[in-house]
């Protein structure tokens, strides 16, 4: 009967585990990001190292997703992001921009412990906040043009928000 116990005891804490399978995302390049040329360029860093990019000068369609690996709604929204970048790919750019963060080095781990695979910068002093403000998640919709078509400040909720807002605001259906 003992056995027995502890053999329902076993069973009845494994189900709960968690069983979520982790994706492994990349820090990746940031030379696919399309941007037009600008007299004030607002230029942060690729998380990879890599050149530059004047953030204030992206060509959309576009949607610029602002997070920090110290921010939990941030890791909520991801799994979102990917699902969309799945399905948005060659029609809309997806940026990430890693802000506050104590290290470069926190922020790829981030990114791939959070299954990210499309580009992201990284802000390393705060010079964005004159172009996005403060606080996150904030996810920004640029037009074709290079302007903010809106700003949703706050987690997504599901992929169905996120789809419909690129529909409503840029233009492109998935």
Sequence with gaps: ??????????????????????????????????????????????????????????????????????CGPCKEEMPILRSFYKKAQGKVQLIGVDVEEASIQDGRIFVQDNGITWPNLFDSDGRSRAYFGMGVPVTWF??????????HVGVLKNEIELISLTSKYLGVEL
């Design 1 to 70: 009967m003992k056995k027995l116990v502890v053999a329902v005891a076993i069973l009845m804490l494994t189900a709960c585990a968690d069983s979520t399978e982790k994706i492994a995302g990349q820090v990746v390049t940031c030379s696919t990001i399309i941007s037009f040329s600008s007299d004030k360029p607002i230029n942060l860093d690729c998380l990879d190292g890599s050149k530059a990019v004047a953030i204030n000068s992206v060509k959309g369609p576009a949607i610029i997703n602002v997070w920090g690996s110290w």
């Design 142 to 151: 640029i037009s074709a043009d290079g302007n903010v078509a809106y700003k």
